[in-house]
């Protein structure tokens, strides 16, 4: 047992070398950080948890799929997420965690919380324009796309004359 919170890794009780862990996130994880941009949530985290004499190794995989609106047609979908993190833990004497790939906990400490690191790592694999696939193949009937076509510019309710103002630069060319 690792605790009441099972994001809590007690490292001092545990042997040199490797030790894996798993973990699931749903969108109670998320409302934890007050993160309400998904609309569900089935990720899949493993942690391999490599012990050294003087430092910690940890490396992070997460998959899954969360719920997200398209930033076009407001139309939730499943986006697939895979995202990696690896992170080095030191010993110092204060606490830093500057450093995106460095961690350093202050001597004595014996369990760190990793879920900072699970939350940070799924919100920066979200990209930041996120497109339905439906958009793309052109599958999707949706309200606001029939808006969009038919705020379209059109080329030919473009004027075809050129307007006279513009005629004297042409000559310059």
């Known amino acids: 047992m690792r605790g009441l919170n099972p994001f809590v890794i007690n490292f001092a009780g545990l042997k040199r070398g490797k030790h894996s862990f798993s973990f699931v996130i749903d969108i109670k994880f998320f409302e934890g950080f007050d993160y309400f941009d998904f609309k569900s949530v089935e990720l899949e985290t493993k942690l391999e948890f490599e012990k050294q004499e003087r430092m910690l190794h940890?490396?992070?995989?997460?998959?899954?799929?969360i719920s997200v609106p398209c930033d076009l047609s407001m139309e939730y979908f499943e986006m697939?997420?895979?995202?990696?993190?690896?992170?080095?833990v030191k010993f110092g004497k204060i606490?830093?965690?500057?450093?995106?790939?460095?961690?350093?906990?202050?001597h004595g400490s014996y369990q760190m919380d990793i879920s900072h690191y699970i939350y940070e790592m799924v919100v920066l694999s979200v990209p930041l324009r996120k497109i339905h696939p439906g958009i793309k193949d052109g599958s999707l009937n949706s309200?606001?796309?029939?808006?969009?076509?038919l705020l379209d510019p059109k080329e030919k309710n473009m004027p075809s004359e050129s307007d006279s103002r513009w005629d004297k630069l042409k000559d310059l060319l």
């Open 80 to 88: 697939p997420i895979l995202s990696k993190l690896n992170l080095a």
């Open 143 to 149: 309200e606001i796309l029939e808006k969009l076509k």
């Open 58 to 65: 940890l490396f992070f995989e997460t998959k899954g799929e």
């Open 95 to 106: 606490y830093n965690d500057e450093s995106d790939e460095i961690l350093i906990l202050p």
